[in-house]
Nanobody
Framework: QVQLVESGGGLVQAGGSLRLSCAAS????????MGWFRQAPGKEREFVAA????????YYSDSVKGRFTISKDNAKNAVYLQMSSLEPEDTAVYYC????????????????WGKGTLVTVSS
């Protein structure tokens, strides 16, 4: 089973930027569509962004469109999320996951989740 480890989170001021990484081990994700999700305190996990297996197509939730960019490096077996113009509302634990499918522009995730990486945006 492929294991996914997220990293790159931290504390940043509103308006700042962060780049999250998701490293895969124990197998390849080169043929997988991949997605990023987040869970804010007291809220359910929500879809953030997805990318097709080749990197040719990307999808974003309305709340991050224009501010976040998802990318995929199949040679490095990794997925990234570049986050800019961060807002306090972006504070959450961020997770990556493979997509069972992409439906109406949203990643339907696999069942297994990693530990995630915490992003805190101060106002």
């Amino acid at each position: 089973q492929v294991q996914l480890v997220e990293s790159g989170g931290g504390l940043v001021q509103a308006g700042g930027s962060l780049r999250l990484s998701c490293a895969a081990s124990g197998g390849t994700i080169s043929l997988n569509n991949m997605g990023w999700f987040r869970q804010a305190p007291g809220k359910e996990r929500e879809f953030v962004a997805a990318i097709s297996w080749s990197g040719g197509r990307t999808y974003y939730s309305d709340s991050v469109k224009g501010r976040f960019t998802i990318s995929k490096d199949n040679a490095k077996n990794a997925v990234y999320l570049q986050m800019s113009s961060l807002e306090p509302e972006d504070t959450a634990v961020y997770y990556c996951n493979a997509c069972r499918s992409i439906v109406q522009g949203m990643c339907i995730p696999m069942d297994y989740w990693g530990k995630g990486t915490l992003v805190t945006v101060s106002s």
